[in-house]
């Protein structure tokens, strides 16, 4: 589970971010970037996001969330992408072709993604 201190959780920090229009996509998921920090002061938030639009379902719905969830929580304990530290806030959406995707595909969407950002 994702610490407390790494949850997005406010109404208006969603907005915000989805607001901000930086957004790269792939076939599994896309990511939103928030505002980029001024200060280090304070610690990147995470949120994951899976539409009902995607599954009906909601077990097949969390277990996306999940699979996204442990990615993050993983590379933030390798520090990984130590670089994200310059956004405030991260929005990962999963999409309908994630309900099949493994682990190891999520995690390389994610890899691929934050390559491209030009980490």
Do not use: P, W
Not at 51 to 78: D, F, G, W, Y
Not at 107 to 118: A, C, E, N, Q, V
């Amino acid at each position: 589970m994702l610490q407390k201190k790494y949850r997005l959780k406010k109404y208006s920090a969603f907005i915000a971010t989805y607001k901000n229009n930086d957004a790269i996509s792939d076939r599994n998921l896309c990511i939103y970037f928030g505002k980029k920090k001024t200060s280090d002061d304070t610690t990147t938030k995470f949120a994951f996001v899976v539409s009902k639009k995607v599954h009906k379902r909601a077990v097949i719905r969390n277990r996306i969330k999940r699979l996204m969830r442990e990615v993050i929580r993983k590379s933030l304990l390798e520090s990984k992408y130590a670089h994200l530290n310059k956004y405030i806030s991260i929005i990962l959406v999963g999409k309908s072709s994630a309900i099949d995707a493994s682990y190891d595909d999520i995690y390389d969407s994610i890899d691929k993604l934050l390559r491209t950002k030009g980490f």
